[in-house]
C-alpha cells in the first residue's frame, strides 16, 4: 500500500476518526485506525464496542488534488502515535506499507517507522440496508442533539434512561431523554421509511454534534438490528443501541394546568443564574418562583443559612388560572432547559407546589421540557 495525502486533510480525518478507537481494550488491534487505500479514495475506521466512525478522504476536492494513491491495500496503525506523529509533520505525508505490515511516514526529511497489525483481524462494519432510511439536515439534527441529550440520566443504574429516545413513526421523528426528574421532548416532521422505537447513547449523539459542527448538509439514518448509523459523504458515525424498553412518557405530560404564565426567556434564564448563587448549598439547587402582585410579577430566590439571601422580580407578560402560586425547582435543571431555547418568551404551566412544570417556547409546539418541583 502507497499513498500521498494533504496534511491537513489526513490530520482532520485521523483526529476524527481516533474519537471512536479504544484507548484501553483487551484486543490491541482495536487501539488502532484501519485505513484503505483504493483507487478513488482514502478510507480511515476507528472502533470500540459503542461506536464506529469511518472517514472516506476523495482523490480530490473542490478541485485541487489531495490524495494520490500508487498502490492499494489496507492496514491497522496505532491510532496514538499515529495523531502524535501525523499532525507535528510540516507538509505533505508519503505514507508506505510492506508485505509485513511495517509502516513509514514520510514528510521532507521526516522519517517514521510504525509496525502495523493485519487488517483482516480488524472486525467489520455493520451492514445496513441501503433501502431503508431516512434524511435530515445536519443542523436540525445537531440542534435536536443539543434539545435533548442534557436531560439523559448520568447514573448506569438504569441504562434505557442514559440513552435518547428516537422514535420513528407516521413520518414523524420524537426524541425523548429522561433522568426521571425533568425531561425533554423534540418533534420534527420527515420523510421516512425507518418505523420503530430506538435509544442511541447520549455520548454517541454527542460525538456525532462535535463531528458535523460545520457540516451544513444533509445526513442519512438507518438501522440495523443493534446499531443505528449516521451517514454524510465523507463520515459515518455507527452507534450501538441500547436494550430495553423506554418508559411511556405520554402519562407524564400535564393535561389540566391551574396556572399558565409567558415570560421572557433570557431574562428568566439570568435571573435563574444569579439565583443559583445561594442555591448550591442545598441537595437539589432549590430555587423558589413564586407569582406575586395578582399575577403580575414572578418572584424568584433562593437563600443560603450560611451566606445570605437572593430575590428579584421579573414582569409576567400573560397570566391564566390562579395566581396564587409557590414552588421551588432545581435551579441547574432549569437553566439546561432554557439556555437550549432560542425563542424570546416561553410559556410556563403549573399543576401546583408539587406537580412538575411544563416549559414551552411559544411559537414552537414541538418542543417542551417537564421539570419535576423539589421539597423545599
Known amino acids: 500500500m502507497e499513498f500521498i495525502i494533504d496534511h491537513e486533510c489526513f490530520t482532520k480525518a485521523i483526529s476524527d476518526v481516533n474519537r471512536a478507537a479504544s484507548l484501553k481494550t483487551p484486543f490491541p488491534i482495536l487501539s488502532g485506525i484501519k485505513i484503505i487505500a483504493n483507487h478513488n479514495c482514502l478510507i480511515l475506521i476507528g472502533s470500540n464496542s459503542d461506536i464506529v466512525i469511518e472517514k472516506v478522504i476523495p482523490l480530490t476536492s473542490e478541485g485541487v488534488t489531495i490524495l494520490e494513491v500508487y498502490e492499494t491495500g489496507s492496514v491497522v496503525i ?122 442511541v447513547p447520549s455520548t454517541s449523539l454527542n460525538e456525532l454534534s462535535k463531528l458535523l459542527n460545520n457540516d451544513s448538509g444533509f445526513i442519512h439514518i438507518f438501522v440495523t438490528d443493534s446499531y443505528m448509523v449516521f451517514k454524510t459523504n465523507s463520515i459515518s458515525l455507527f452507534s450501538r443501541l441500547i436494550e430495553g424498553n423506554y418508559p411511556n412518557i405520554t402519562g407524564l405530560l400535564p393535561t389540566n394546568p391551574k396556572t399558565i404564565i409567558t415570560v421572557d426567556t433570557n431574562q428568566l434564564l439570568m435571573g435563574i443564574d444569579r439565583a443559583c448563587l445561594f442555591a448550591s448549598e442545598w441537595k437539589h439547587n432549590n430555587v423558589h418562583l413564586e407569582i406575586n ?78 421539570i419535576s418541583p423539589v421539597r423545599s
Do not use: W
Open 78 to 199: 496505532s491510532a496514538k502515535y499515529l495523531y502524535e506523529i501525523v499532525k507535528k509533520l510540516p507538509a505533505k505525508v508519503h505514507l508506505r506499507v510492506n508485505e509485513k505490515q511495517f509502516v513509514t511516514i514520510q514528510s521532507d526529511e521526516i522519517v517514521t517507522n510504525l509496525y502495523g497489525f493485519h487488517s483482516e483481524e480488524y472486525p467489520n462494519l455493520p451492514q445496513i440496508d441501503e433501502a431503508h432510511f431516512t434524511k435530515i439536515s445536519s443542523i436540525e439534527l445537531i440542534e435536536i442533539i443539543k434539545q435533548t441529550t442534557f436531560a439523559v440520566s448520568k447514573s448506569e443504574s438504569r441504562p434505557v434512561l442514559t440513552g435518547v429516545n428516537m422514535s420513528f413513526k407516521e413520518n414523524r421523528l420524537t426524541c425523548v431523554s429522561t433522568n426521571s426528574q425533568r425531561l425533554a421532548l423534540r418533534e420534527l416532521a420527515l420523510e421516512s421509511s425507518i418505523n420503530g422505537s430506538f435509544i
Open 293 to 370: 402582585n395578582n399575577g403580575t410579577r414572578l418572584k424568584i430566590s433562593s437563600n443560603s443559612s450560611e451566606i445570605g439571601r437572593i430575590e428579584e422580580t421579573q414582569q409576567i407578560k400573560t397570566i391564566k388560572g390562579e395566581t396564587d402560586l409557590r414552588i421551588s425547582l432545581d435551579g441547574n435543571f432549569l437553566i439546561d432547559a432554557l439556555k437550549v431555547i432560542k425563542e424570546e418568551e416561553i410559556r410556563l404551566s403549573f399543576g401546583g407546589a408539587m406537580r412538575p412544570v411544563l416549559i414551552e417556547p411559544i411559537d414552537h409546539s414541538s418542543y417542551l421540557h417537564l
